[in-house]
């Protein structure tokens, strides 16, 4: 099957394409790198061509709702739209376990990504995933409080960006399925303690103070409402066994 993948060059989508391609498929990488933009639609009805399924892996760097919202509307109505055209049987949305509990700052583009996919015209699945392994490295990067790191407390039950590749895969190239299982880590890790052992990882070993967000989306990060349910499909690799992957400083 020919396979497109939105965002085939960031931290899931490359796994997806990986995966793909291990599996004798033929995917085709969506990226502004590679000459398309979804935003502006540049390239995009070329690189539709022949496509049996669009995997949707794309994001954006902002926690600001109304910037969340205008991207993934953007995206998503024009990659729907581009299909349509191509004639696609099958787009596959990833998602986060329980936006819908929270649909604050990033999350509010993704309840809107989630409202656009359900209501379209191309038979649609939609894999909810947890926060990945990188989500540590990520806060520790961009969390600071002036020249100060910090740590957002945070219950979160994160999940190998590579296992959910391979899901969005696996998807991809069955029949669509509308809303399937959430996809986690093993078990629940605390936000705090994962950055600073990130930190500590990368040789870091400065003080990282904890610091609830304000706000209802800092409670349902605190209270274990992000968390996922009973019913979701559990990864295998740690967090630890993640980072003990990471390559040493040099």
Same mark, same amino acid.
Do not use: I, K, L, W
């Given at each position: 099957m020919r396979i497109a993948v939105a965002g085939g060059t960031g931290a899931v989508g490359r796994h997806a394409v990986a995966a793909l391609?291990? #599996?004798?498929?033929? &995917? !085709? !990488?969506i990226s502004r790198g590679r000459g398309v933009d979804v935003r502006?639609? #540049?390239?995009l009805d070329a690189a539709l061509e022949g496509v049996d399924a669009v995997i949707d892996a794309l994001s954006v760097e902002t926690l600001?709702?109304?910037e969340s919202v205008e991207f993934f509307r953007e995206t998503t109505q024009n990659l729907l739209a581009a299909e349509a055209r191509a004639g696609v049987g099958h787009h596959v949305a990833l998602s986060i376990v329980a936006i819908d509990h929270a649909p604050f700052g990033y999350y509010a583009g993704k309840v809107a990504q989630e409202e656009l996919v359900g209501v379209g015209e191309i038979p649609w699945t939609i894999l909810r995933? #947890?926060?990945?392994h990188e989500f540590a490295a990520q806060m520790y990067d961009r969390a600071k409080v002036g020249p100060l790191r910090v740590a957002p407390r945070m219950r979160t039950q994160p999940v190998a960006a590579r296992e959910v590749g391979d899901a969005l895969a696996a998807i991809a190239v069955a029949s669509p399925a509308g809303r399937v299982p959430d996809l986690a880590g093993p078990r629940e890790e605390s936000l705090v303690r994962m950055v600073r052992a990130y930190a500590r990882a990368i040789g870091s070993h400065g003080w990282i103070p904890? !610091? &609830?967000v304000p706000g209802a989306f800092g409670r349902a990060q605190r209270d274990g409402s992000l968390l996922p349910d009973a019913s979701a499909t559990l990864g295998r690799e740690t967090f630890d066994q993640w980072l003990a992957g990471l390559r040493p400083p040099r």
């Open positions: 391609r291990a #599996a004798g498929h033929e &995917p !085709v !990488v502006s639609t #540049a390239g600001d709702g109304a995933a #947890a926060q990945f904890a !610091v &609830p």
